[in-house]
């Protein structure tokens, strides 16, 4: 009987990995397209972050983000979503990335500012010092 496991050496079934990627695929946009469409029903199609406003013309720029990060709490009311343009979609995704590994923005860091300064003899290495 098998485990259901690969062992080493074992031939990778690509077909069958293939019918398990396009079904997960197929499934989250199933899940996507239905509270999209809910989220632009309920919400006002206006970046919730910088305000920017959208039309028919341009909806395809504004995507709806998850405030908890769980794609899968949808709940009907839409407390879970807000709509946000593709820029600050991406900025929500990266500061909670960040925070995931430990970075927070919004406390000071120990390190000391950069006192460097390249350009500081610049006239004496071009042969220019003022007199």
Known sequence: ??????RAG?????????????RGRQEAEKREAGYREQSLRIH???CGRC?????RANLHELTVHHKDH???????DGSNWENLCL???DHEHQ???EFVQGYDSSTPTEEKPATFNPFA?????MGKEEK
Do not use: Q
């Open 1 to 6: 009987m098998s485990s259901g496991k690969r």
């Open 95 to 97: 500061k909670y990335s």
């Open 87 to 89: 820029y600050c979609h």
């Open 44 to 46: 006002p199609w206006i």
């Open 70 to 76: 769980n794609h899968n709490n949808n709940p009907p």
């Open 51 to 55: 305000s920017r406003e959208f039309t």
């Open 121 to 125: 003899d610049l006239a004496k290495m």
């Open 10 to 22: 074992d031939a990778i079934d690509n077909a069958k990995l293939d019918a398990v990627v396009a």
